[in-house]
């Protein structure tokens, strides 16, 4: 199994709260629990646009396992700087 390194995690908001989802399976500091959207607090959460399984900027290699197209967006790795 290859894991993608330029699959990463975005912000997704929730369209009825309008604050950021959290991951999905992930959890949170009790002091971020009033500033994100959550299942068991908002009914936005189960509705479109999904939350994925990374957080932001978190890559599915980091992660560790396969991950869902939702909530995370492709991007190009960052180019080595070679000096001679």
């Given at each position: 199994?290859?894991?993608n390194p330029n699959k990463v995690g975005i912000t997704i908001y929730c369209a009825s709260c309008g604050r950021p989802k959290v991951p999905?399976?992930?959890?949170?500091?009790?002091?971020?629990?009033?500033?994100i959207c959550a299942r068991d607090s908002c009914y936005g959460y189960s509705e479109e646009p999904y939350a994925g399984s990374l957080w932001p900027g978190e890559s599915e290699a980091d992660f560790g396992y396969p991950v869902s197209d939702h909530g995370t967006a492709i991007v190009q790795a960052?180019?080595?700087?070679t000096t001679t």
């Open positions: 199994m290859t894991l999905i399976g992930r959890s949170v500091s009790i002091y971020m629990s009033n500033s960052a180019k080595e700087e």
